[in-house]
């Protein structure tokens, strides 16, 4: 009966815990917030969600374009490493090509140079042989009457021209003894020699004209004391056509004759000074020619210079540079 009663006792005070005492007003408040949490939570919520879901969609789409993007360029870098292999084995390709053809260009010249000096050599053999042979009179006039010798005139000019044109602006020395130098000098050793005769000069001064100028230019263009044997000869030359009055009245009467005769009488060579003052006695023995180039010989003559090599040591220019003074005297009855 004690522990029934017990029982009942703490059933009692059990019941009493689980109700809490509140007013009505705080109720029906909470009441009120609870039902309001039951409306907008589901809303809150689910605005949260949505907006996550799309972003989320928004994230997959980027990602799928950056992988779309990325295999793109996956395919372009391999196409540009596919390019670029084949660049680069064409480029060395091109470079071997080009080796060999550096090669072809090498043994092109060397072929080349063995051929011009061969050339060169040859050319100075017959030409030495050819200089020989022209100091007989029938071997000139059988020249001059073979069909190729207004041509060979021509290519004399041509050799010439390149010859002075290949010279050192600082060449000191002239080597005597090259085969392009014994080359020129036979050149102008055989032009001396054809000049020497009378059809020599005339066929010079009618179908030659090309070589005439050519050697009063080439006189002008070299330095003072430079090939000097050269000059000698190509001054022999000149001074020989002048003994006609055809090839004379030419020579006079080109363009820059009379300071070229004044720049030949500076040379420190004697023989170049010599046969420049032989030519000019040439044109003042000529009364018809004189009379043209009086008035500029009057005005540029270098008298001073005449008179210096009237007392040179060397015993003929000496006497022509006298006697060209005394011709020279004819100027003054001109004026």
């Known amino acids: 009966m004690r522990r029934r009663a017990g029982f009942a006792g703490d059933a009692q005070a059990e019941t009493k815990e689980e109700f809490v005492k509140i007013r009505r007003r705080d109720l029906e408040r909470l009441t009120t917030e609870v039902m309001q949490l039951r409306d907008f ?3 809150i919520v689910n605005g ?7 972003k989320l969609d928004a994230i997959e789409s980027n990602m799928e374009k950056k992988e779309e993007e990325i295999e793109q360029l996956k395919m372009d870098c391999e196409h540009f490493r596919s390019r670029l292999e084949t660049a680069q084995a064409d480029c060395m390709r091109e470079k071997k ?5 550096r090669q072809q260009l090498n043994e092109a010249k060397q072929q080349l140079l063995q051929q011009a000096e061969y050339c060169t050599e040859m050319g100075a053999a017959v030409c030495t042989l050819l200089w020989g042979v022209s100091s007989n009179e029938e071997a000139v006039k059988t020249i001059l009457g073979g ?50 005769l009378a059809c020599g000069r005339e066929f010079l001064v009618s179908s030659s004209r090309e070589l005439l100028d050519t050697m009063m230019h080439l006189l002008g263009d070299m330095k003072p004391g430079l090939c000097t044997k050269f000059k000698v000869l190509m001054l022999m030359s000149l001074y020989n056509v002048s003994i006609n009055l055809k090839g004379l009245k030419y020579i006079s009467e080109s363009p820059g004759f009379i300071p070229l005769l004044w720049w030949l009488l500076n040379d420190p060579d004697t023989e170049v000074c010599l046969h420049a003052l032989r030519l000019l006695q040439s044109v003042i023995l000529e009364p018809e020619v ?3 180039s009086a008035s500029e010989m009057r ?8 008179i210096a090599l009237s007392k040179s040591r060397n015993a003929d220019l000496q006497a022509l540079a006298k006697e060209l003074l005394e011709d020279l005297k004819i100027l003054e009855y001109e004026a």
Not at 48 to 54: H, N, S, Y
Not at 97 to 101: A, R, V, Y
């Open 147 to 196: 069909s190729k010798a207004v041509k060979f005139f021509t290519i004399t000019a041509q050799t010439m021209e390149s010859f002075v044109k290949s010279l050192s602006e600082d060449m000191k020395q002239q080597d005597l003894d090259s085969n392009e130098n014994q080359f020129v000098l036979a050149l102008a050793g055989i032009v001396t020699n054809v000049a020497a």
């Open 48 to 54: 949260d969600i949505l907006g996550a879901f799309q």
């Open 41 to 43: 939570l589901p809303k």
């Open 299 to 306: 005005d540029t003559l270098p008298f001073q210079r005449i």
């Open 97 to 101: 090509e080009k080796l060999d053809l």
């Open 290 to 292: 004189l009379a043209k």
